[in-house]
């Protein structure tokens, strides 16, 4: 079990319903991530909290929502998914800046999600 | 474009065998290179290395460096099943984290 608890660890959905993925950190961390992974295909990033500001956003459909309400919680608010979303997502965090300061990222055992 | 390559995609190998798992990275900003064992949940943190030539060792894994010739190696010793996973090759810069595509090994008993 990783330090990093993300819920639910499975989801399906309709391409129709509102969901939230959630994450939680006790580490201290105060920087926080979520990333996309497909099967067979390494993480790819899509957004980065810091200091509970939004610092990175690579570009991501506006169907996926994140929040982070405090230094401990970041959740990922889904709308309106399409099949194609369907994948493994990671949270993780991470000490001040990350790898940009030598700082390794803890992930999480992911939520998988279905878009049905 | 930064990049990270790992070498081989995959690789088969029997208990008690030694592997080398390579990756070489084109990254602008270069801060660190880190690798991961993922099995089917979360990726695993196994090392950081940000200094040329200094090993990093943990148990029967050690790691490796090079900064001029922008590689690095992560060794397994004497294989275990348990060892078979997908091994990620991360590179840190501009806040991100540039993945590999990673090595699956497999070790057969």
């Known amino acids: 079990d990783t330090e990093v608890t993300q819920t639910p660890k499975h989801l399906v959905m309709g391409m129709t319903n509102k969901k939230s993925l959630k994450c939680e950190q006790h580490?201290?961390?105060?920087?926080m991530y979520w990333y996309k992974q497909k099967a067979k295909k390494p993480p790819e990033l899509m957004f980065v909290?810091?200091?509970?500001?939004?610092?990175i956003n690579e570009s991501v459909p506006s169907r996926f929502s994140p929040e982070c309400p405090n230094s401990s919680l970041l959740n990922l608010h889904l709308h309106a998914l399409q099949p194609e979303d369907s994948a493994l997502y990671l949270c993780?965090?991470?000490?001040?800046?990350?790898?940009?300061?030598?700082?390794?990222?803890?992930f999480g055992n992911g939520t998988r999600l279905t878009v049905t | 474009e930064d990049k990270v390559v790992q070498s081989p995609l995959s690789l088969v190998v029997h208990e008690g065998d030694t592997v080398t798992l390579n990756c070489s990275y084109e990254?602008?900003?270069?801060?660190?290179l880190l690798w991961y064992k993922q099995e089917k949940k979360a990726p695993t943190f196994l090392f950081m290395l940000?200094?040329?030539?200094i090993e990093k060792k943990s148990g029967r894994l050690s790691s490796i460096l090079d900064k001029k010739e922008l590689f690095s190696i992560l060794n397994i010793t004497a294989t275990q099943t348990g060892d078979s996973a997908v091994y990620l090759c991360?590179?840190?810069?501009?806040?991100?984290?540039?993945f590999g595509k990673g090595t699956k090994l497999s070790v057969k008993p």
């Open positions: 993780a965090s991470s000490q001040d800046g990350g790898p940009q300061r030598n700082s390794p990222l803890h």
């Open positions: 580490m201290g961390h105060r920087a």
């Open positions: 909290y810091s200091y509970e500001k939004l610092s």
């Open positions: 990254v602008t900003n270069f801060r660190s």
């Open positions: 940000t200094s040329s030539g």
């Open positions: 991360a590179v840190g810069s501009q806040g991100n984290l540039i």
